[in-house]
């Protein structure tokens, strides 16, 4: 959550570093944010502050550590060597305007119209409480008739999920869930965990896409900053959409560090048109180009079918990565992951 003057709030799940700006070598990210303006900057700005002056939160120089001189020397001298590392580098890419008053007044043009509302978890209550983060999903998904898109980098279902989107899809909602493929995730562990859940989740009969880590041009030029051409994008989109009227954006994954362990925050909008656009955009990570369609067969066995690509087995980048993922099976790690 970033707020600015509290005039404008940007909410969603990008961190800082490297891969969630386009500037990453070894991948980055396909993400997305959004910007708010008007009377949810209140509730924003009070749940900001809900943590800045939360008894849980301190000040680095209140922990009273203190190094040698010399070692500040060296940090220092490490810094300096970093930064004028990096200011060589950026300067080979391309130079964003000096003025922003033109960007400005066409963004405001782009702002689509809604209600929106902060919603977040209890920075201390997290274990034992009666609300969390992940009870909006009841909100959005109880009143979906037609439609429940979810976008997921990180997929390890938790308590009922399974058996909500079950009754959901039995109620006639078409049910759609995008995340990561092996090939596509950043964190290998994650996926040895998901990989027992893809059955159990194309039997509830929602629709399973995977991201593939060498989307379309278009999608590589929204996660690479040229002259930056990462070996891999990971999808990294959070985000729920229902009816294409209601959506949420925030930092919430599907596993447990983040329902269970993690506060996590976003905003819940209602507007149809932010909410078409959510879709439609999901919608094209799931083409063939983007992403891989899981289809159950009548043994029980799944095949990842992209266009006139047909796979038995999980795509990967490489022999190492599976077997990292096949080891990592056996870690007892779920419940942190």
């Not at 990842?304 to 796979?311: C, P, R, V």
Request: aromatic share 10%; proline share 5%; net charge negative.
């Amino acid at each position: 959550l970033m707020i600015v003057d509290n005039h404008i709030a940007i909410a969603g799940g990008r961190n800082i570093g490297n891969e969630y700006f386009g500037l990453g070598t070894k991948y980055n990210f396909i993400d997305i944010d959004v910007l708010a303006v008007g009377a949810v900057l209140g509730e924003s700005s009070h749940a900001f502050d809900d943590y800045w002056n939360n008894t849980a939160v301190y000040p680095v120089n209140a922990w009273g550590v203190l190094l040698p001189e010399n070692t500040y020397e060296e940090m220092r001298q490490t810094i300096t060597e970093i930064l004028a590392d990096y200011t060589s580098r950026l300067s080979s890419y391309p130079l964003q305007p000096a003025n922003w008053q033109h960007w400005l007044v066409e963004l405001e043009r782009e702002l689509d119209i809604g209600e929106a509302h902060l919603l977040q978890d209890d920075p201390v209550q997290i274990d034992g409480r009666d609300y969390r983060l992940v009870d909006m999903i009841a909100y959005l998904s109880d009143p979906a008739e037609h439609e429940f898109i979810l976008s997921t980098p990180y997929l390890i279902p938790v308590g009922d999920f399974l058996k909500v989107v079950q009754q959901k899809v039995a109620q006639g909602l078409r049910v759609r869930i995008l995340t990561n493929s092996l090939s596509s995730t950043n964190h290998t562990l994650v996926n040895s965990h998901y990989n027992k859940y893809r059955l159990p989740i194309l039997e509830t009969g929602a629709e399973l896409q995977e991201f593939r880590h060498r989307p379309s041009v278009s999608l590589r030029a929204q996660a690479d900053v040229k002259p930056v051409e990462a070996p891999f994008v990971s999808l990294h989109a959070k985000v729920l959409v229902s009816d294409r009227r209601r959506c949420f954006i925030g930092s919430l994954n599907f596993d447990p560090r983040a329902l269970v362990i993690n506060s996590e925050n976003g905003l819940l909008i209602e507007s149809p048109a932010l909410a078409e656009k959510l879709a439609d955009f999901l919608e094209e990570m799931m083409e063939p180009e983007n992403g891989w369609n899981l289809v159950l067969k009548g043994d029980n066995s799944i095949e990842w079918q992209s266009g006139d690509t047909i796979l038995t087995g999980q795509p990967s980048r490489g022999f190492f990565q599976s077997m990292a993922d096949f080891f990592g099976r056996f870690l007892p790690v779920e419940s942190q992951l």
